[in-house]
């Protein structure tokens, strides 16, 4: 079988380990990136023309069709051209901001951590769409892409959950897969705990909870004093005793830091399904996540989940972990052991060939 995956650059480099484990079990899993509306001659000519005084109006325009069903459609026909001269026996369509085929009949699947029925009501700025009625239209050209998939793998159980109660897909359409990291094997050797080291990834600072991780860090530091908090994935000025702001690291530098902290801290506001929890698990670093993230009915003992988004209760949830290295331990083996049987592409690529 000649099997594409197809989707946008990001997600496609996000998950580039999927298809070598697809590989292994249907022979073929080439990756085609896709859904550049750059691509298409009336905007790369538009773009060309970006100089000057135009260009922040047009690069605003074009950035507009991220949310219009107008660019969903484009994105959509797009990626249908691109597979209409490569006839592969069977597509896997990663995310749902575009489908991989408009008209035609080529068997497809969707892989997917969010609807945007889900960001509607958990994180409205993600659904910035002008107005309602183009609100709508979005979710019916959604609507229809899930309608015509064969299967549609899920990572979590609230997306399943969302597909069938705001899109009517039928249960036996859905399989809950879960999904993976591309650093490998976790480390061999039991990991070593008591460096007071928290760490949170920030690039959509309040989103993943940031501003109620420093008032709950505030409360750490009551507690225990040399505690310290290393923030990455931001540039955002932060001046609160003990805590280092590092920005944007090289992957290397973050399997350091994983291998350095005691905690990684993840409360998030709305998350789909982290791939930095899943890193750090890899690593055997417990992480504390809140209900409203995708990954944490997966966590398995490897880490704290709160019910719900809270400084006082985070900060109760830290202090207590920072305290008790035998039980950071006793999560980091759980946490490895989640990544191990489940949390893996050859597990993840076994369940979707599966059913493909």
Not at 65 to 92: I, M, N
Not at 215 to 241: C, K, M, N
């Amino acid at each position: 079988m000649r099997l594409i995956l197809t989707g946008d650059a990001f997600f496609c480099r996000r998950h580039k380990g999927l298809g070598p484990a697809l590989a292994k079990r249907l022979g073929s899993a080439d990756i085609l990136p896709t859904g550049n509306i750059l691509e298409i001659l009336p905007f790369r000519v538009l773009n060309r023309a970006a100089r000057g005084p135009l260009r922040q109006p047009i690069q605003s325009y074009l950035n507009s069709f991220d949310r219009k069903a107008k660019g969903y459609a484009l994105r959509s026909q797009q990626t249908e051209r691109k597979l209409r001269r490569l006839a592969p026996d069977y597509v896997l369509h990663l995310f749902s901001s575009f489908a991989p085929v408009w008209t035609n009949d080529q068997r497809f699947g969707m892989y997917l951590d969010f609807t945007m029925a889900q960001a509607v009501r958990q994180w409205p700025p993600w659904a910035a769409f002008d107005g309602i009625a183009e609100l709508n239209r979005w979710l019916a050209f959604e609507k229809r892409s899930y309608d015509q998939a064969e299967s549609i793998f899920v990572m979590g159980a609230s997306v399943a959950a969302s597909l069938a109660a705001d899109y009517g897909i039928p249960e036996r359409k859905i399989s809950i897969v879960g999904s993976a990291t591309d650093l490998g094997h976790p480390p061999d050797g039991e990991r070593s705990f008591g460096s007071k080291m928290i760490l949170f990834y920030g690039s959509e600072f309040e989103r993943k909870g940031g501003d109620i991780l420093l008032q709950a860090f505030g409360l750490v530091r009551l507690a225990v004093p040399d505690a310290r908090l290393i923030v990455i994935g931001t540039d955002r000025p932060i001046g609160d005793p003990g805590v280092s702001v590092l920005g944007i690291v090289p992957q290397a530098k973050v399997s350091e830091l994983l291998l350095q902290a005691d905690i990684v801290a993840a409360p998030a506001r709305c998350e789909p399904f982290t791939t930095f929890v899943v890193e750090a698990m890899n690593y055997g670093t417990p992480c504390i996540v809140t209900r409203a993230s995708g990954i944490s009915e997966q966590i398995d003992g490897g880490g704290v989940i709160l019910e719900h988004l809270d400084a006082s209760l985070l900060a109760e949830a830290l202090i207590s972990l920072l305290s008790n290295p035998a039980r950071l331990r006793r999560m980091s083996a759980s946490a490895r052991k989640v990544i191990v049987e489940r949390l893996n592409w050859d597990s993840v690529a076994s369940r979707i060939a599966a059913s493909i």
